[in-house]
């Protein structure tokens, strides 16, 4: 299993930036896939997921700003990330589970500056 993340980087407040997890060596379509992030000091904590029917969660913090799809095709999911505030800077990390099992990502650093 591979899960490989992209699309990180420093955005102003208020900017967007698209996370990218392409999976590898998973049944895609039938795996749900997460997104967590880590700020400094913190600890990881669950972001999206989207099921494997497709419906998705979206913790309080992100509602109404990110959004998580997928396409199948492609074995890859994403996180777009709208209206970002300081207080989303953190590493961001796809996640599949797997018999119970987990598996990440390598993480991708998003900043966002004031």
């Known amino acids: 299993v591979q899960l490989q993340a992209s699309g990180g980087g420093l955005v102003q407040a208020g900017g967007s930036l698209r996370l990218s997890c392409a999976a590898s060596?998973?049944?895609?379509?039938?795996?749900?896939m997460s997104w967590y992030r880590q700020a400094p000091g913190r600890q990881r904590e669950l972001v999206a997921r989207i099921f494997i029917i497709g419906t998705t969660y979206l913790s309080d913090s992100v509602k109404g700003r990110f959004t998580i799809s997928r396409d199948i095709a492609k074995s890859t999911v994403y996180l777009q990330m709208n209206s970002l505030k300081p207080e989303d800077t953190a590493v961001y990390y796809c996640?599949?589970?797997?018999?119970?099992?987990?598996?990440w990502g390598q993480g991708t650093l998003v900043t966002v500056s004031s």
């Open positions: 060596g998973i049944v895609f379509s039938r795996t749900a």
């Open positions: 996640n599949a589970v797997i018999q119970s099992r987990d598996y």
